[in-house]
């Protein structure tokens, strides 16, 4: 089992940028895709990004493409997710996961991750 720790999360205003991370222990190997989720008040959880277990392949959710860049840092045990030109529209509580049955090809569907972390609150005022 893995712990997953985010944090980096707060409030900004729309234009602002932040970066979330989160980090890992309790598993030596960091051969396993992650992902980024959100829960924005009174709305399920939903997919924002994913990254394969070396880095090589990402994924993302239309709303944020070209605004977020997700990416992990193995030898630290450390996944990122950076966001740039916030919205008020991104204000939600921002999940890490780990989906330890993938390396590649990384699962947008969070019922696909093992591992959650709990969560850093990102509010983005307009």
């Known amino acids: 089992q893995v712990q997953l720790v985010e944090s980096g999360g707060g409030l900004a205003q729309a234009g602002d940028s932040l970066t979330l991370s989160c980090t890992a222990s309790g598993r030596t190997s960091s051969r396993y895709a992650m992902g980024w989720f959100r829960q924005a008040p009174g709305k399920e959880r939903e997919f924002v990004a994913a990254?394969?277990?070396?880095?090589?392949?990402?994924y993302y959710t239309d709303s944020v493409k070209g605004r977020f860049t997700i990416s992990r840092d193995n030898a630290k045990n450390t996944l990122y997710l950076q966001m740039n030109s916030l919205k008020p529209d991104d204000t939600a509580v921002y999940y890490c996961?780990?989906?330890?049955?993938?390396?590649?090809?990384?699962?947008?569907?969070?019922?696909?991750?093992?591992?959650w972390g709990q969560g850093t609150r990102v509010t983005v005022s307009s």
């Open positions: 990254i394969s277990w070396n880095g090589g392949r990402t």
């Open positions: 996961a780990a989906d330890f049955g993938r390396r590649e090809y990384p699962s947008q569907e969070r019922t696909e991750y093992d591992s």
